[in-house]
């Protein structure tokens, strides 16, 4: 008598995701759901509640890393990972990190569903505050288990309101030592992240899932800009010091540089850009931007990095004011482990699913699990490569496929 093959429909994980959704900051379908605030707390009871039903075991580190893990027949060995991040920046959309997270529980159901036995552990992992709202540093729960940001980095780091992450951290109830997040290389046997791509190009291909070969290399820095203020009449043009007209120099410098290096995976942004005053009739007397420079060679982002260095001398010098620049982050571009992507490649082939090898230009957990465990990531289309935006979508038939590849590579990858 054969065994009914189960019938698979994500239907359940679609509901899971737009149920997910609605835990917000904001009026839903706008998704915020910040480190450590209310709605990111919930969210995670939400995502622990499904795992735990679906006989995982659920342990949090001390800054809220969260582990379900399905047990292996040999508890000897080191696990297999997967996962991603639930927080989301603000005004986002709702698959950003949740396809990881919940494609990847979908993807634990579907192998119980069919009866296998890992022999390896299957662990998917919540990783705490990927996204860089609260404290400006992205992947901060994954940097600290590679050892990449240390508990003394993490102690001194502030929101925008002075708040330190240890009185965060102690309100979301994550207790221990920060020293206990590390984890040793080897934590993971292997580990695949399935993410949506946040560009346009397995959409416009028809293409149904990318094999990350590469992670771009991100880095952040602040920028304090200080000039004279003054009453935006009184104050003649002679001699201004203007904050935000220096400002301005740089965020075009910083454009200028990124679009000329020769690459197209060379991207620089200003993505915040705090004005104060920030009245109408005041000229601005301090100006805070941040940056962001990323490219998958290291080499061409550092070289945006000189170049907008060099432009913070001249308008320093030339306009008379006061430049500091506080790096945050100059991250390495990561690259994935051929073994894995041959595994991924192996299942997207019995799939049937239509694959190509593809470089990631979002930073991502992966990039720093890598610095512990050989690390791929499989992606999935998303609409327009529309991301970090409420009109973000990833179709069930996109998710479907993912969370398909997924399941046999974990397979492949626990047996
Ligand atoms: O910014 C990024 O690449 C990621 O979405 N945090
Ligand atoms: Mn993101
Ligand atoms: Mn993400």
Redesign the pocket.
Known sequence: MTTARPQLTIDGLTAELMALAQISEAEPPIVTRVVFGEADLRARTYVKGLCEAAGLKVREDAIGNTFARWEGSDPTLAPIGTGSHIDA?PNAGLY?GCVGVLGGLEAIRVLQKFGFKPRRSIELVIFTA???TRFGI??LGSRMMASVLTPQQALALRDKDGRGLEEWRAQAGFIGPLESVAVPRGRFHQFVELHIE?GPYLELEGIDVGLVTHIAA?ASQRIAIEGEGGHAGGKLMPGRKDALAAAAELILALESAAKSTGAIDTVGTVGICDVFPGAVNSVPSRVLITT?V?DINRARRDGVLAALASAVEEVRTRRGVTITTDLINADPPTTCDPEILAALERSAIAAGKIYKRMVA????DSSFVSCIAPVAMLFIPCRGGV??RPDEYASPEWIGSGVHVLSRTLAELAS
């Open positions: 920046i950003d990927e996204e860089p992205g992947c946040q991100p962001d990323r230009r979002a930073y991502h991301s970090h």
